[in-house]
């Protein structure tokens, strides 16, 4: 039986790699103290490199400030501030960095 997997013939899945940027950014760890980490707790052999085409890979899926503008629709008046992973918009909270996962053709 064929996948039908949108990630298939890659290594690690979608999920994985979005984790793996997770704790990039959440965490601020560098590429080679990630690489340290997976090795010890997880016996996993990833390179700082491979890592970073990992995170790469998965921020070329997130959004722009320009769609971000079109799917929220702010209406520009006082200031707006984004500082964190997250913005408000009409109290919704709102993740800025969540990309969504790629489908299968």
């Not at 999920?15 to 997770?22: A, I, N, P, T, W």
């Not at 990039?24 to 590429?31: L, Q």
Request: proline letters at 5%; glycine letters at 4%; a positive charge.
């Amino acid at each position: 039986m064929f996948s039908l997997r949108a990630d298939k013939g890659q290594k690690y899945g979608f999920d994985f790699k979005s984790e793996l940027v997770r704790i990039h950014v959440e965490e601020r760890m560098s590429y080679r103290v990630m690489s340290k980490r997976l090795r010890e707790k997880y016996a996993l052999n990833i390179s700082p490199i491979y890592l970073c085409r990992m995170v790469n890979e998965v921020a070329k899926l997130s959004k722009t400030s320009i769609e971000i503008c079109r799917e929220f629709t702010p209406k520009w008046e006082g200031y707006i501030a984004v500082d964190d992973k997250y913005i408000r918009v009409r109290g919704i909270k709102n993740s800025l960095n969540s990309p969504k996962p790629p489908t299968a053709n």
